[in-house]
């Protein structure tokens, strides 16, 4: 079993010392239900995204949130999937995903692979270029970044390595709040696993966020959702589930990836 508490956050655009505060604020919240995990949204710090003084805005290689939410994993003693950030690196800025343990350690980091080209993310972030495996409590996990749950082939590269848990972080707009609870949904059904997506709400810039952030089963069901509203949500998930249904449709054992082609170029590319 594993409890995860989702912080579904209204997240101030180009308003980082206040974002910082506020996470703060709702993660010791989220820990009054004594969770194994606590998860943010994407660009938390910033908002996604002011394209004026972005850099200034950033957090810069990842300090602040190492020092202020590993500091809290620490003192609270419970796993941080730290959403992402905006991140000023040596050669620009990044939209990078941090997760912390129960002593604070940083054991993982992601720069987002997949940049919103229609918002035009790709002229102010840079792309990562690597994916992300982890561990929580032994229990096998990977993380995405908001448009990344739109490529099944990242996904599934990251499940044929093993993953329990796939966490989610996002600022989806409420303009495609269906494709949100779809995809995520697809994701679970098709990966056999758990989905923890963690939106956020509120309005930034011009752009109404949709929350409905939740966790998913490998069945698809939807074990604890939000609305539009800010929210912290606590859900348990039974990993003891994930066995009994591969093992019933082993869909890893009947691929036939010899005739894949996902590296083959698009018609429409």
């Given at each position: 079993?594993?409890?995860?508490?989702?912080?579904?956050?209204?997240?101030?655009?180009?308003?980082?010392?206040?974002?910082?505060?506020?996470?703060?604020?709702?993660?010791?919240?989220?820990?009054a239900e004594k969770p194994d995990v606590i998860c943010l949204?994407?660009?938390?710090?910033?908002?996604?995204?002011?394209?004026?003084?972005?850099?200034?805005?950033?957090?810069?290689?990842?300090?602040?949130?190492?020092?202020?939410?590993?500091?809290?994993?620490?003192?609270?003693?419970?796993?941080?999937?730290?959403?992402?950030?905006?991140?000023?690196?040596?050669?620009?800025?990044?939209?990078?995903?941090?997760?912390?343990?129960?002593?604070?350690?940083?054991?993982?980091?992601?720069?987002?692979?997949?940049?919103?080209?229609?918002?035009?993310?790709?002229?102010?972030?840079?792309?990562?270029?690597?994916?992300?495996?982890?561990?929580?409590?032994?229990?096998?996990?990977?993380?995405?970044?908001?448009?990344?749950?739109?490529?099944?082939?990242?996904?599934?590269?990251?499940?044929?390595?093993?993953?329990?848990?796939?966490?989610?972080?996002?600022?989806?707009?409420?303009?495609?709040?269906?494709?949100?609870?779809?995809?995520?949904?697809?994701?679970?059904?098709?990966?056999?696993?758990?989905?923890?997506c963690v939106n956020a709400c509120g309005t930034a810039g011009?752009?109404?966020?949709?929350?409905?952030?939740?966790?998913?089963?490998?069945?698809?069901?939807?074990?604890?959702?939000?609305?539009?509203?800010?929210?912290?949500?606590?859900?348990?998930?039974?990993?003891?589930?994930?066995?009994?249904?591969?093992?019933?449709?082993?869909?890893?054992?009947?691929?036939?990836?010899?005739?894949?082609?996902?590296?083959?170029?698009?018609?429409?590319?």
């Open positions: 079993m594993m409890k995860v508490s989702i912080v579904q956050m209204d997240v101030r655009l180009a308003d980082p010392e206040y974002n910082f505060s506020h996470a703060e604020e709702l993660i010791r919240k989220a820990a949204p994407e660009t938390w710090n910033t908002g996604f995204f002011p394209k004026e003084n972005l850099e200034s805005l950033s957090d810069q290689d990842g300090k602040e949130v190492k020092r202020r939410i590993g500091s809290l994993a620490k003192e609270l003693g419970i796993n941080i999937v730290a959403g992402s950030v905006a991140n000023l690196k040596q050669d620009g800025v990044y939209n990078t995903a941090y997760i912390f343990d129960r002593e604070g350690n940083c054991i993982g980091e992601y720069d987002k692979t997949h940049l919103f080209t229609p918002m035009g993310e790709q002229d102010f972030f840079k792309l990562g270029d690597h994916t992300i495996n982890f561990e929580l409590d032994g229990v096998a996990c990977a993380m995405v970044i908001c448009y990344d749950i739109r490529f099944p082939e990242l996904i599934r590269t990251l499940t044929l390595r093993g993953v329990d848990v796939l966490f989610v972080a996002a600022q989806w707009p409420s303009l495609r709040k269906g494709h949100w609870q779809v995809l995520n949904r697809v994701r679970a059904i098709e990966n056999q696993c758990f989905v923890v011009e752009t109404k966020y949709a929350g409905y952030s939740a966790a998913i089963d490998p069945w698809g069901e939807t074990i604890a959702g939000a609305d539009g509203a800010e929210a912290v949500l606590t859900a348990e998930l039974d990993l003891d589930m994930i066995k009994g249904i591969r093992e019933s449709i082993n869909i890893y054992r009947d691929r036939r990836p010899e005739i894949y082609d996902v590296k083959g170029k698009a018609k429409n590319e």
